[in-house]
Every structure is written in structure tokens, then in C-alpha cells.
């Protein structure tokens, strides 16, 4: 194992869940948007219907509950990607700290808790922490939640500027995940095809 790495730090959407279901509520509300929100809900703890009077959307109390319903479905149509479980369990078997990193919106760190929280020992959600990734504030306040150094912590995610450039110019070891295989000559090397790809890096293997 590199003995550095002391914790490991994951997307969520796209790497360790994954909604089944996606109906996009939030996006459907800011269509409808006559002004610009002095807030956003990814930078702070915004319900769909506090979302509604930012943006200054006339939207009805039936279209109102109907895109309610659409956003209960997709939560309920959030699982974990095959091997997630798996991984986070040897993360802890091997005594390494683990953290939810993601630019999320608050409804949606539900089924995230819920169904990981056993194996995730810190949050970092934009929503939490009031900046985004690839901003460096995001991974100063990850650093800080977990009280370890940049180069201590081992980031994966799936969207190459936010998830593994915007780690590493932060000071953050990254691995990109490429479950789609459409990584360039570039991010190739420093690829994995699913999150057993840490484990492959721990050991000093190439992740992909």
C-alpha cells in the first residue's frame, strides 16, 4: 500500500451511486426561472420548493407536487454502483478513513447516507460546504473534515476537471473513473474502469 494515502475520498453520482430513475426536478424548475437565484442550490441547503421562489418560477401547486413526485422517484432509484460496497469495506478492513466528496444539491445526500453511511466516515458536499469542485475551497474544506494533508488524500470521481485536475492542483493524490472507456491518451494512464481501481493504486499498480 502507498503509505501516504491515509484516506479516500469519492464522487458521488456517477461513482459511488447512481440514480435509475432520472426525471432532473431541479433543472425542470430552473427552465422556468424569471430572474436569476441569488443562490445556488448546489452551494447551499435549497429544497425544491425554496428553488421554485428563488428563481421566480409560477409554477402551480399540482406541477409543484408532480415534480415533488419526480424527485422522491429518483431518490428512490439511487443504488450504489456494483463494487462500491465492496471497496469501501477493504478501504476500512485496510484502517484507511473514507469521505463523500460531490457537487450535490441537499435533497440528494439522502440515499447517500442512507445507504453508505456505515462505510463513509466524512461528508464534503458542495451544498455543506459552499463551494464546488474543481474551486480550491472545495478540497481545503475536504482536507479539513478529514484533518489530513493534500497529498494524504486519494480522490476519485468521474468527471475529469472537477474529480482528478481539480484534485491534483489542489495538492490531492486523484485517480479518474472511466466507466465508459472514453478516456483520452492523456487521462489513460491515471484511469480505472471501476472503483476497484483504488485498490490496484494503494498497492502501487497502475488503477486501470
Known amino acids: 500500500m502507498q503509505q501516504q494515502i491515509k484516506a479516500v475520498a469519492f464522487d458521488a453520482f456517477g461513482t459511488l451511486v447512481e440514480i435509475h430513475d432520472k426525471r432532473r426536478p431541479f433543472a425542470r424548475i430552473a427552465r422556468q426561472a424569471t430572474r436569476r437565484p441569488d443562490i445556488s442550490p448546489m452551494c447551499h441547503p435549497v429544497t425544491l420548493e425554496q428553488m421554485a421562489e428563488l428563481c421566480g418560477a409560477d409554477i402551480d401547486a399540482g406541477t409543484m407536487a408532480a415534480w415533488q413526485a419526480d ?75 478529514l484533518q489530513l494533508a493534500p497529498q494524504q488524500i486519494l480522490m476519485i470521481g468521474d468527471t475529469w476537471r472537477c474529480d482528478y485536475a481539480g484534485a491534483r492542483e489542489a495538492g490531492l493524490q486523484a485517480i479518474h473513473l472511466d466507466r465508459r472507456g472514453n478516456a483520452t491518451p492523456e487521462q489513460a494512464p491515471v484511469a480505472t474502469p471501476d472503483l476497484r481501481g483504488v485498490l490496484k493504486y494503494l498497492d502501487g499498480e497502475r488503477p486501470g
Request: glycine share 6%; net charge negative; charged share 20%.
Open 71 to 145: 424527485l422522491q422517484a429518483e431518490l428512490a432509484a439511487t443504488r450504489p454502483w456494483p463494487e462500491a460496497i465492496d471497496v469501501l469495506a477493504e478501504l476500512k478492513r485496510q484502517g484507511l478513513r473514507t469521505a463523500v466528496a460531490s457537487n450535490l444539491a441537499l435533497p440528494y445526500a439522502a440515499p447517500i447516507h442512507e445507504q453508505l453511511g456505515a462505510y463513509l466516515d466524512v461528508s464534503c458536499l458542495s451544498f455543506e460546504v459552499g463551494f464546488v469542485k474543481p474551486d480550491a475551497g472545495f478540497y481545503a474544506a475536504l482536507c479539513e473534515r
